[in-house]
């Protein structure tokens, strides 16, 4: 019986290892899978051909967020529906209350759209794509990397010096990584931006669900900042602001995360998160 458990849960045992090679499988498998529903629609409606890229894009998010539905499966059969990611009421109010600073990146969604963009989606399929678009990274990422990555940090990592500053700095910096995928399609400059966007958001987003192990907020506040860029057109192009913006925002989302989980609230987070697995 022990050596079957110790089998069952190799891959969570050091977990720096799942939290590289979850989302990045995961990511890879949405991609992939993605291009046969693409494909499909395309071949059945060839006048559609001009919304190539809305329609990827929402069997892109369809598929992402069908996988972190088989994750979240996965994981509480695995573990006999022990494994938690913060998908129910204790807490929501706080987590709200805490991912409300995205209210910030959603301010310059807007500032930026209305003065740079082209426009706002007006085809059914672009808002689709946009709606859609927002939601299922909100989803796909939280669980996968908040609801599971930090999660699994938390609990292997328990009790040891520091373990939630680890935590969270070890899944923001990974969720930063992820970003390199992106290199094949943007330049240089636009992909270091994402990366440090990113990490600063992961940081952030982490100490929220450690300071509560409720998701709602982030999910739903994750998908609004999503939401309101994509529902602008944006020109094509980077330039120097893009990235100051970008090096600007990851600094203070990280100064935000670092002051929630601050040595005072130290006590409160480890009485929330004993006995979790």
């Known amino acids: 019986m022990k050596q079957s458990k110790k089998k069952q849960n190799w891959f969570m045992k050091f977990p720096v290892v799942p939290a ?37 894009g929402i069997m892109m998010s369809v598929v992402r967020i069908l996988i972190a539905f088989i994750i979240i499966i996965i994981m509480k059969a695995g573990t006999g529906r022990t494994f938690q990611f913060g998908f129910h009421m204790r807490n929501i109010r706080l987590s ?7 209210i910030l990146l959603i301010a310059d969604n807007v500032i930026e759209g209305i003065l740079f963009s082209d426009g706002l989606q007006t085809s059914m399929i672009g808002i689709a794509a946009a709606v859609i678009g927002g939601i299922a990274p909100g989803f796909f990422e939280e669980v996968v990397c908040r609801g599971f990555v930090v999660s699994n940090m938390m609990d ?10 680890k935590s969270i700095l070890a899944s923001g910096i990974i969720f930063g990584l992820m970003h390199l995928m992106n290199l094949g399609g943007a330049n240089t400059a636009e992909t270091i931006m994402q990366i440090f966007y990113a990490a600063g958001l992961g940081i952030y ?9 409720n998701l709602w907020g982030t999910v739903v506040m994750h998908a609004l900042v999503d939401i309101t860029y994509n529902m602008f057109l944006m020109p094509e192009g980077f330039w120097m602001k893009d990235l100051i913006i970008g090096i600007m925002i990851a600094v203070v989302y990280t100064v935000i995360g670092l002051y929630l989980i601050r040595p005072v609230k130290q006590k409160e987070i480890a009485e929330l998160w004993e006995g979790k697995q």
Do not use: M
């Open 20 to 56: 590289f090679i979850l989302p990045f499988v995961s990511t890879l498998a949405a991609i992939v899978l993605s291009g046969i529903p693409t494909a499909a629609v395309i071949n059945a409606a060839p006048d559609l051909i001009s919304f190539y890229g809305e329609i990827a």
């Open 156 to 165: 292997k990592w328990q009790g040891r010096k520091n373990y939630v500053l």
């Open 96 to 102: 709200f209350i805490l991912s409300f600073f995205c």
């Open 205 to 213: 987003f982490g100490a929220v669900y450690v300071r509560t192990r």
